[in-house]
């Protein structure tokens, strides 16, 4: 896990034990790093799955993993960013590592399912979807690479 | 499956299907039952457990269920409504039946896991959770008939 990059966030959340079914916290109104309401979605991501690399202009994302486990890759080619060139890489689950990840526009994003069946992943975004405000670059090209261990 | 009753509103929910993963909607700023966002939270619930009966005096719940299964049980104790004394029943799961589960304040609510293992609710609330907006009755004791099947 690398220091964080600017415009990246990392927020522990609550999780309420009760023995009829927890309660997990994941975004209010007045916390720091809330800026907008525009939409919340699901993003399911099978085990080995890879969804990515997408880089936002506008959105900024609020994610929050409520089952499985997914490893979030974020790398920064802003020329003058002092994390210029440099990953960021994080696992969120609910059981090991429960928080939100923010992430503001101007980052290249993949995410990968590292849990068996289907991880699912909340974004709490900021605008509602618009396919003009995010560019793609697929994984496989191999133009971002996209670190392994 | 009972006529809707005043207050509340069930809206199909898109699921676009990905052989990465699912993508499944939730709630947009611009849908007709968004009002105001407080906070996202989720609360889990074990199969055959119940939680409830719980009326809110402000929030507005806007729930939606991405994994798992529940039976969602609201109780109208309204004098002066339509459907005073009576229940409406909704089963929410994303495989049978993925809509979002809009419920207004002054209504009874509990509800039930019905699937195996932790269900999992998201609640995209009004306004953020403050105990003293809303009361609760113990299913267990009986005040509100939990209906049974």
């Given at each position: 896990?690398?220091?964080?990059?600017?415009?990246?966030?990392?927020?522990?959340?609550?999780?309420?034990?009760?023995?009829?079914?927890?309660?997990?916290?994941?975004?209010?109104?007045?916390?720091?790093?809330?800026?907008?309401?525009?939409?919340?979605?699901?993003?399911?991501?099978?085990?080995?799955?890879?969804?990515?690399?997408?880089?936002h202009?506008?959105?900024?994302?609020?994610?929050?993993?409520?089952?499985?486990?997914?490893?979030f890759?974020?790398?920064?080619?802003?020329?003058?960013?002092?994390?210029?060139?440099?990953?960021?890489?994080?696992?969120?689950?609910?059981?090991?590592?429960?928080?939100?990840?923010?992430?503001?526009?101007?980052?290249?994003?993949?995410?990968?399912?590292?849990?068996?069946?289907?991880?699912?992943?909340?974004?709490?975004?900021?605008?509602?979807?618009?396919?003009?405000?995010?560019?793609?670059?697929?994984?496989?090209?191999?133009?971002?690479?996209?670190?392994t261990?």
């Amino acid at each position: 896990m690398g220091q964080l990059m600017q415009g990246v966030a990392l927020t522990p959340l609550k999780i309420i034990t009760n023995e009829l079914g927890n309660v997990m916290h994941a975004l209010k109104k007045s916390e720091d790093t809330f800026t907008s309401f525009g939409e919340v979605y699901f993003s399911l991501i099978k085990e080995g799955a890879r969804k990515g690399w997408k880089k936002h202009h506008d959105m900024v994302l609020n994610i929050v993993v409520p089952y499985g486990k997914i490893r979030f890759t974020i790398f920064d080619d802003r020329v003058d960013s002092s994390s210029y060139k440099q990953y960021s890489i994080f696992e969120l689950s609910p059981s090991e590592n429960y928080q939100r990840l923010t992430i503001h526009p101007g980052l290249w994003v993949a995410f990968e399912g590292i849990y068996k069946g289907d991880s699912i992943l909340l974004n709490i975004s900021s605008i509602e979807h618009d396919p003009n405000e995010a560019e793609t670059c697929s994984i496989d090209s191999g133009i971002i690479e996209y670190p392994t261990f």
